[in-house]
């Protein structure tokens, strides 16, 4: 079975430093996905990026980057000069080859960014 | 565009009385559809998913049940609610493996 583990509960940084989220999954098939979501206070999940096991690039989205390590079965991402708007929940997430019946959230990273 | 509609967003309930949550998806077709519960400082438990029309399947028992009476409503009910149903209640749609986009919620209150 699948499981995301994202061993950082909350972490807390000041404004303008970067800010690195850890996500490991585990799964045996060879075709799965990856995402990230945000939830900000207001509760409604953000979906942020998707990635596909076959696809091992990092992929940068302004402050935003992610890093994608099959040999470590790790998809951590990386905020940069972080801001106060950044602060939020974080989930990492896997999918398997299948209808998404097996999407799995990790249990979330509670960002603190302040002032 | 798709947009996924929640409602009520915040509801307080007695323990023991029955629980209607609506969600409605627009501008796709055939969506995956999801419930999940998110208590308080929590992660995301699925509760629920369908693949199609009264096709539904549950991933935790508990004495919750859903319903998808069209292709776009996906309704998630309780004859009796317990103290242990309060949270956070999100609905999602999908197209098959693609990425989940929630809807904004509705915040349950049982006392």
């Known amino acids: 079975a699948q499981k995301v583990t994202q061993a950082q509960t909350e972490i807390s940084v000041v404004e303008k430093e970067d800010v690195t989220l850890d996500c490991v999954y585990e799964?045996?098939?060879?075709?799965?996905?990856l995402f990230w979501y945000k939830q900000p206070p207001s509760g409604e999940l953000v979906f942020l990026i998707r990635?596909?096991?076959?696809?091992?690039q990092n992929e940068i989205s302004g402050r935003y980057s992610w890093n994608f390590q099959k040999s470590t079965s790790s998809f951590n991402f990386t905020i940069t000069a972080s801001q106060v708007v950044d602060s939020a929940v974080y989930f990492c997430?896997?999918?398997?080859?299948?209808?998404?019946?097996?999407?799995?959230f990790g249990p979330g990273t509670r960002l603190s960014v302040l002032p | 565009s798709q947009t996924i509609h929640q409602w009520p967003a915040t509801l307080v309930q007695p323990v023991g009385s029955p629980l209607s949550l609506e969600c409605t998806v627009e501008?796709?077709?055939?969506?995956?559809l999801y419930w999940y519960r998110q208590a308080a400082g929590r992660g995301l438990q699925l509760l629920f998913y369908?693949?199609?029309?009264?096709?539904i399947s549950s991933e935790v028992p508990q004495n919750l049940s859903a319903s998808r009476p069209q292709d776009r409503q996906f309704i998630l009910s309780s004859k009796k609610l317990l103290l242990s149903d309060s949270g956070f209640y999100l609905c999602?749609?999908?197209?098959?493996?693609?990425?989940?986009?929630f809807g904004p919620g509705t915040r349950l209150t049982v006392l």
């Open positions: 997430a896997l999918s398997e080859n299948n209808y998404g019946q097996n999407f799995v």
């Open positions: 501008g796709t077709s055939n969506p995956n």
């Open positions: 990635r596909n096991s076959f696809d091992e």
């Open positions: 799964t045996r098939d060879t075709t799965y996905y």
């Open positions: 369908s693949v199609g029309i009264g096709q």
């Open positions: 999602a749609w999908s197209v098959q493996v693609d990425e989940q986009f």
